[in-house]
Structures are given as C-alpha cells and as structure tokens.
C-alpha cells in the first residue's frame, strides 16, 4: 500500500520550525566561544556559519531538516534538500559537501525512503555539492534534511545585518507555499496550485546567488520558515533600519490568496506573529495578505536588500537568465518593518 507521508505527522516542512520567539529567549544568554575567525555565528544569527580559513576560503556550515509536507517521497527529498542547500546560497557560498539527517519509522517501506534519499542526492549533485553520507535513526515521525558545507570568500559574505537606508528590496520567489499546501488538505485549491508550489520547493536558489554575486548586495536571506514579515523584520533588526514593504507588490502563488480568504492559516503563522508583530506596522492592509506575510515558506527565495541604483541593471539581468524577481519596497532611516 502506498504511504501517505503527510499522515505520519503533526506538522511539516519549515512550518514545523521551532518558535523564533522561543529560540531568541533561549539564545539570549549563550555566549559561543569568541574566535577570530568565527566570521559569522550566535552574534547575531544568521541562515548559517561562516568560519574563515584563509585570506581566500571560508567555509559556510548549516544544517536543515523537517517532517514531510508533501506525500510523494521523491518531493518530499527534494523539497528538504533544497531547503537546506539554499542556506548556503543565502550567505553568497557554494555547497560543497552534504551529510543527511533521516528519522524514519521502521515499518517504512525502503523503497519510500530510497525515494526520499535519491532525490536528495539529486539536488545535491544540481548544487553542485556531493553526497557523502549521513546519520539514520529510527523515529515514529519520519523527518529529512541536511548538513551542508560550502565555501565563500571571505570578503563575499552575505549577512541579514548589512541593509542601508536607500536600498531597495527585492525577492526571487512567489509566497504561498504553506497556505496552498495547507488548502490542498482542504480540499480548497487545484491540483495545478499545489505543482506550481511543490515546482518553486524544489528550485535551487543557485543560478539567482550566481547573479547576485557581481552585483554586492549589503544584506540577503533567504525566506523560510519565519515568514516573509519575520525574516524582514530579523533583517531590520540587525541592520537598525526599518523596512518598508509594499504589499500589493508581493509576488503570491495561485490558490494561497484564496486559502487565506476562507479563513485558514497554516500553524506558523501565530508563531511567526507572536516574534514579529509587534515591531510591523500593518494599518490598513487586508487580512488575506498578512495571512500570506506571515506564511511559513519552505525553500523560499531570496530576500536582497542592495542600493537602488543598481536596481534596475540587477532585473534586466536575471530577466535576461529567465529567473523571476520582483521589488518588493526599500529601506529607510528607522526600525522594524512598515507594509504599505
């Protein structure tokens, strides 16, 4: 009998993150090891660790796994792998080396996690980056991912800190992913919504960190598991500057605007609003689309704050590459994050 995936679990993909509100209590009084070459760590946080080797190599370190979100187990591989890949792409590196991460019931038949663990090596070898082996243990709620590592130089490090007053923002993926997946259980989208969705998990966010490496943007993460609004308000937090969202400008997947409008949230959506609300000002902005704000996305896009500009050179490029890229607001004097 085939294996609903989705079944054998409470939540899935990013939405099953750990509450950032919870993370940053308990983060607040470790204090890592100082080490001079420890470039990027806990102070403050970022997509992932970046430890210098040299004047020319440093070495970018993540680790990323979840539950399944999808039933397929050739999607669901993919989707994880993707998830964690893209973090080293967030920091401006290239992966280089991968571990995976299994939990898997043993009743599990093995040609479901022979899936899982193909299409992971898959995506690896796309990134560019090899699979070298992992770690399995049994659990009765299956979960996959990976421990990447990727170098970067150590002058072309990316970071959430560095957006400057006078930026303009952009993001490389439509939003929507958690909704639609969550009203396809509902039964209240397409077929063809949930492709589209399962299509954008499953796209490295290489060939966009390919582009934007000529281009020195000051600050860039990808968005995940936190939301749109939570990883821009992360973003204007440690930048001390405030964003300035402009709604109707946001990119969406089909289906997850309608999701939204029945009423329905995925369950990170109250988590994401207990970390961020506070510091988002949101007057007058519909429902339906903070709803999609506050959305947990699995291997989302990239969020690039870089000066103005160099705005318009930066879409005829990835335009001309057919990559997908929408501005999205700009960066002001200020702090938190405004959607207008």
């Given at each position: ?11 899935g ?51 990323d ?6 039933d397929?187990?050739?999607e ?12 080293v792409f ?11 991460i ?32 992992g ?6 709620e299956?979960?996959?991912g ?24 952009f ?61 821009a308000?992360?973003?204007?937090d ?24 029945a ?64 501005r999205i607001g700009q960066?002001e ?8």
């Amino acid at each position: 009998m085939a294996v609903k995936l989705t079944e054998l679990v409470t939540s899935g993909g990013c939405a099953a993150k750990y509450p950032a509100a919870r993370l940053q209590e308990l983060l607040a009084g470790f204090v890592p090891a100082e080490a001079e070459d420890l470039l990027v760590g806990l102070s403050p946080a970022d997509d992932a660790a970046v430890y210098r080797l040299d004047d020319e190599t440093a070495l970018v370190f993540t680790l990323d796994f979840f539950p399944p979100l999808v039933d397929d187990p050739h999607e669901f591989g993919a989707i994880a792998a993707t998830n964690a890949l893209n973090d080293v792409f967030a920091m401006g590196g290239r992966p280089l080396l991968a571990l995976s991460i299994a939990e898997f019931p043993e009743e599990l038949p093995s040609k479901t996690v022979a899936a899982i663990l193909e299409a992971a090596d898959r995506q690896v070898r796309e990134a560019g980056a090899i699979l070298a082996g992992g770690h399995t243990i049994r659990d009765p709620e299956p979960k996959y991912g990976l421990a990447v590592v990727g170098t970067v130089h150590p002058n072309g490090v990316w970071t959430k800190s560095g957006a400057r007053p006078g930026d303009a923002l952009f993001l490389t993926k439509p939003l929507g992913t958690g909704l639609v997946l969550h009203g396809a259980g509902r039964g209240l989208v397409a077929d063809a919504a949930v492709h589209s969705a399962v299509e954008w998990m499953t796209t490295l966010n290489r060939d966009w960190a390919d582009v934007l490496r000529s281009f020195r943007p000051n600050a860039v993460t990808d968005v995940t598991g936190f939301g749109l609004l939570g990883h821009a308000y992360e973003t204007a937090d440690r930048s001390g500057v405030r964003l300035v969202l402009e709604a109707e400008g946001w990119p969406v997947l089909d289906g997850a605007l309608e999701v939204a409008a029945a009423g329905e949230k995925t369950g990170g959506d109250r988590r994401n609003r207990d970390f961020a609300a506070a510091h988002v000002s949101v007057d007058g902005i519909p429902e339906g689309l903070l709803t999609v704000g506050w959305d947990p996305q699995t291997a989302g896009g990239l969020l690039v704050s870089l000066p103005a500009e160099k705005g318009t050179a930066l879409v005829a490029e990835l335009d001309a590459r057919g990559l997908f890229v929408r501005r999205i607001g700009q960066v002001e004097a200020g702090a938190g994050v405004a959607i207008v």
